[in-house]
């Protein structure tokens, strides 16, 4: 890192919307005698959304205003604009004659692409610019097999990982001194009607945005996170930490996540240990993108790509409704689509549904997800969605497949999840709820007409099991 002095320096909030624990704002704090904050509503990103429903940018606006707040009783203040960031960000600094630009690396193909623009026209102007690693613990090639390579395979590259980790990675960037600059008028927070956006269901849905609510959230899986491992895969029950949200905006410091974890992994805590296999998962997907940026638009198996996908859309839009007539399949999907949140486990099931039992492109599934969650992040749900195909790193054999009535019997045994998202059927005993054609008579009692009030499935698990066989054996060996 370099130790230049600046007389002023700007520092870009984008993925990082706190004013603790922040690398940038750290860095610019200590090399310069004023420093200034800005975010950019970028209409390249906004533009681009299929809603103007969206909670993510409801997310961003809140956590905006806390941010704004705690950076004004510090002196300083946060100026937002919005325009195309490549061009805001170079005239912003322009305007206020800053020396220095300051932010954090971002790993994706658009941003980086931006992040040139930026930095090529800040250097005509003579301006530094200087990005700083934040949103994981290892990045790119920091963590390397043997042979120098980047790794393919997450359990040699966790080990790799845990070898690798020193206090330092997981040691909090100070941001309690130097001096911040009061920001220029005329650059306030618009609210969201002024960026094209409306109000959605956010905080009714007790989603707390902002850097206070990641804290609260976390305090709060504290203190139940050495049963993590033993509740995480039920959606009924209160297992994961539901902080992907925040770590998505940097509302919450992934080392604070990671000094947790890691300090209770040591004292033998299983919990402990099988949540921070989950961060060290999120560095993994971080360095694929980094590392193998093809993954974005096809297979990292090339020879996956030759597999001949279905091109159903009217099965294609039975899954995405919650229509397919496996309860726990819709309502997962019903789940998204009234929370932007999905459980973990049922992200593993219904994207193994898609893939292998409609036979549909896994992109098409990736891109619904994009659209859909609050905590999308482009590393973490290719490689998610690339695992469940089996086309992508690291990914389960393509003659694994999800059978997704026993997975209701096993991760949702009293149907309370379902019961809750698919209220049709509800009156079904537990037995009756995982596969209701098959209980004609029962689902007649609870006045449930099967293909009326609830569909009956869309495909035959075992049928559609054997034709994926058939489908993947292009890269069958």
Known sequence: MTTAHYRTALVWFRRDLRCFDHTALHMALSQADQVYAVFVFDRDILDALPSRYDRRVEFIWHALRELDTQLRQRGGGLMVLQGKAREEIPRLAAQLGVEAVMTHHDYEPQAVARDAAVAATLQQQGRAWLTFKDTVIFEKTEVLTGAGKPFSVF????????????PAELAPRSCDYGQLAAPLPGYALPDLATLGFEHTNLLELGLHPGMTGAQTLLHEFEKRLSAYAERRDFPALKGPSYLSVHLRFGTVSIRQLARLAHAQYLRGDRGAEVWLSELVWRDFYFQILANFPHVVERSFKPDYDRIPWERDEALFQAWCQGRTGYPLVDAAMAQINQTGYMHNRLRMVVASFLTKDLGLDWRWGEAYFAAHLNDFDLAANNGGWQWAASTGCDAQPYFRIFNPVSQSEKFDAEGKFIRKYVPALAKLSNQALHAPWEY????????????VDYPLPVVRHDEARKKTLARYAVVKG
């Open 155 to 166: 359990t040699p590259y966790k080990n790799a990982w845990l070898k690798k980790l020193t």
């Open 440 to 451: 004609p008579l029962e689902c007649e009692l609870a006045g449930i007409r099967l293909g």
